[in-house]
């Protein structure tokens, strides 16, 4: 009828309804596509791992041996000898980037990293008094290695605190301590035997040769504890402290408890990785970031983080048994060239931006 106006009807979904199909539903939805293809990434880069080698296996037969059936001789070698490198690779890329998405959130810097603040040269210099001074076999190694990481973090904690543990702060005194323990472990290795060095320089590069199921547990372990305590009791803490400690303490986020907390996590993870497969560089700097990229979404994105990491060291491990013909080569050094490659794309995206 004409003179009667219209009367706009509201929207009449429920707030669950809306959240739904919001910008923040459609990033939770995003955000678990990139967790199943992640986890689905790792899981076939593990079976590819442990099909490849001289003894070749096909992946359904890598399957059958890992269900308990197929081929006696399929079995040994899948779940006796290549299954212990793999589960340690999965267990410390997964630990590094967990390690690196709680530390850089933490700081809010993307190069917060336990790399850049000195829990993974604390790690080494752990391993390497441990080698050079006592003669300590791969087990004190490791030992060693989870000792030294948890030093160099009370000793980053205590000397960030006294100034206020802000994120600045804790990337400036983490780097001053890198700095020192660099020296420190150069010293140490100039001190040692040409096979101890040997050895301790074939660790500090990064490798999973000969790793064994003694090796993966206590990471598998540091992730079963440090894991529910950064989801539960730091993510959401974590996303608001990237707000600033004014915006996170005026939304009840406790900052100095969640830093304490995420340091606890940070330290114990990165030295459980260190102690199994050595300091690997770049994972826990690149995967959180690169989480990050394909979630498109706030925070510190803990499990994408660690389903990437876990891909990322397979991956690596197994371009570092067969990129060269006739010999290994240390997983490190594969991080270490894909990492170096990614950050100088950063900074020349960002130089491009600049311009424009």
Not at 76 to 100: C, F, K, N
Not at 160 to 165: D, K, L, N
Not at 232 to 246: A, C, F, Y
Request: glycine share 14%.
């Amino acid at each position: 009828m004409s003179g009667v106006g219209t009367v706009e009807v509201g929207d009449l979904r429920s707030p669950r309804q809306r959240s739904r199909t919001g910008p923040r539903g459609r990033r939770r939805a995003r955000t678990g596509t990139v967790c199943l293809a992640l986890a689905l990434t790792a899981v076939a880069a593990a079976v590819f791992a442990l099909g490849s080698g001289d003894y070749h296996i096909a992946a359904t037969d890598v399957i059958k041996a890992l269900t308990g059936g197929g081929d006696a001789g399929d079995r040994l070698v899948v779940r006796e000898l290549r299954l212990p490198r793999v589960a340690t690779a999965l267990a410390a890329g997964a630990a590094l980037a967990l390690a690196g998405a709680i530390s850089q959130s933490m700081v809010r810097n993307p190069l917060g990293s336990p790399d850049m603040l000195g829990f993974t040269q604390g790690a080494s210099t752990g391993a390497l008094v441990v080698v050079v001074v006592a003669g300590g076999g791969s087990a004190a190694l490791a030992g060693g290695a989870v000792v030294g990481g948890a030093a160099a973090g009370i000793l980053i904690f205590a000397l960030a605190r006294h100034g206020g543990m802000h994120g600045n702060r804790l990337v400036m005194v983490g780097i001053g301590v890198t700095a020192i323990l660099t020296g420190v472990n150069s010293y140490l290795l100039t001190k040692a035997q040409l096979t101890d060095a040997a050895r301790a320089m074939l660790w500090l590069t990064g490798s999973l040769d000969g790793r064994g199921w003694n090796d993966a547990a206590p990471v598998l372990v540091g992730l079963a504890l440090a894991t529910p305590a950064a989801a539960l009791g730091l993510s959401r803490s974590l996303r608001m402290l990237e707000l600033g400690d004014d915006a996170a303490h005026a939304l009840g986020v406790r900052t100095a408890g969640t830093r304490i907390l995420a340091l606890t996590c940070t330290v114990l993870l990165s030295a459980l990785a260190a102690a199994a497969a050595g300091p690997v560089a770049f994972v826990a700097l690149t995967a959180p970031q690169l989480a990050r990229r394909l979630t498109r979404a706030p925070g510190p994105n803990l499990l994408p983080s660690a389903l990437l990491g876990s891909a990322l060291l397979v991956v690596s491990d197994w371009l570092a048994q067969h990129a060269v013909p006739g010999r290994q080569v240390p997983a490190g050094v594969v991080t270490g060239l894909f990492g170096g490659c990614y950050l100088i794309w950063l900074l020349a995206v960002g130089q491009d931006r600049r311009r424009t």
